[in-house]
């Protein structure tokens, strides 16, 4: 099993900046992928990243070149740094690891971005 604990969302305007985090229970290099999806009110959860044990990188389509995922192998934990966010950014956001075919949700953090 693998415990995910998120932490960094808020409240930031338009144009500003937020970094998110996420911490795992097990060590990172045991988990085939790690990533990051939204949800917003009255929408389905989507994809913002994602990135697998090779490295591969995956964004989602209306984030791309302002959103980063990155990872800490010793810190057990990886990061969504968002710049140049926009109100269509707020929405819960949650991190994910998949692990032997099963996959673990954090609880979710709070991005709101207000104009």
């Known amino acids: 099993q693998v415990q995910l604990v998120e932490s960094g969302g808020g409240l930031v305007q338009v144009g500003g900046s937020l970094r998110l985090s996420c911490v795992s229970s097990?060590?990172?290099?045991?988990?085939?992928?790690m990533g990051w999806y939204r949800q917003a009110p009255g929408k389905q959860r989507e994809l913002v990243a994602a990135?697998?044990?090779?490295?591969?990188?995956n964004y989602g389509d209306s984030v791309k070149g302002r959103l980063t995922i990155s990872r800490d192998d010793a810190k057990n934990s990886w990061y969504l740094q968002m710049n140049s966010l926009k109100p269509e950014d707020t929405a819960v956001y949650y991190c994910?690891?998949?692990?032997?075919?099963?996959?673990?949700w954090g609880q979710g953090t709070q991005v709101t971005v207000s104009s």
């Open positions: 990135t697998s044990y090779s490295g591969n990188v």
């Open positions: 097990r060590s990172i290099a045991d988990i085939y992928e």
């Open positions: 994910r690891a998949t692990l032997r075919g099963y996959e673990y």
